[in-house]
């Protein structure tokens, strides 16, 4: 999909929090860990600049770095947020979800921005939205979102046990304000009220950008909805999975159309990036007979692009050549686990893959043992052609210490430069 490295990612919607007047971020003593010689902002920006236009221009000079830092890694983190705003208060108080978005930022491009191919350095303006995290599609049809300490929130299955077919009784939620997006809404509009209001941070201007554009993928909402039951329906009832499938994408075709329109943007785009990371959990078979025909519709309905883009993280690879060539996918943003030169073969030197080293080694391993991990990575093949982007697999782990992510950057500058 998601402190925003895409603002609305596959990573997906990235998002310290300080006292509202602290102007040193928390955690600041790590800053060496990412500090070059020199002017090391200017410096940075620059060579960053120059890897991301040559990968862009099919021109690449070296594998370009970047990271997803969510509102996990900062929420649930006591150094990047000394005052313990859980995920209710943050998810339910416009004002809250703004000032910890506005702070995130701040704390990103002052310390993760140095150890990626980020522009570092104090942001010129800033970007606050409504942040329903990844539970968004399935509380849209009306699933009750769960706030559990220390976790990220969740929903309950709606769907559970002899509820199966109470979606299809009820009918599709409203597509702009269905479920959870009612509130999302009012959010939204408390944010461009403050926003026309004048709102500055740091004295740069602030700006609201559009939610409810993305989705999850079919087969995850199903099993959000349904929970591990989905699974022996899968079996044992297929014709019901057709039909939750079906309802699911049209719900979802819906909702990003309505939400277009409402933000006035066009309600087909250029391009398309999505999810769905339960595809994992099934087979290739099953993948055509249920997932596909999904799939193929939110494509047709939404898009005029060609080719488009997946995250799927999880112990997928073994379907990423049916997505491509089924779906067109040539843009594959990856977890673990994932064997990168393999996978570099099988899909062949066109296709984008974004992936590296796992999160857990960035989290808890020494800066020899992530260097030499990016570097096994980069020297597997992955690099042919050109189409690599090196990254967390996949969510930076609140508690990764800098000097881990400075060290993973470092070993593409040196394991990562093409010929």
Known sequence: MGAFHWLANP???QRSVFSPTSRVPVNHVEWKDCLMPGDAYTQ????ARQVWDAYRTGRPVRVPVRYCTDTRFFLLNEETNPQGITFEQYSTDAET??????HNQEWRALNVA?????????PQQYEVTVDLQRYFDAAFFGAEVLFRPGQTPDVRPLLAGDRKNLLFDQGLPDPLT???FAQA???????AERVAHGLTFRGCPVTVTPFGLDTDGPLTVATNLRGAELYTDLYEDPEYVHH????IV???IARIKAHRRFFGLPEVSAAWFYADDAVAMVSGEMVREFVLPAHRRLKQALTTAEHIGIHLCGDATRHFRLFRDEMGVYSFDTGFPVDHGWLRRELGPEVEIAGGVRVQVLQAGSPEEVTAEARRILQSGVMEGGRFILQEANDVAPGTPLRNLAAMYEAARIYGRYE
């Open 178 to 180: 269905g479920g959870i």
């Open 44 to 47: 940075h920006n620059e060579e």
């Open 250 to 252: 049209a719900g979802t």
């Open 11 to 13: 990573c997906r919607l």
């Open 244 to 247: 939750l499938l079906d309802l």
């Open 114 to 122: 140095l150890c990626c191919d980020d522009q570092a350095g104090p």
């Open 97 to 102: 979800m703004m000032q910890a978005q506005l």
């Open 185 to 191: 809404h009012r959010l939204y509009d408390a944010m």
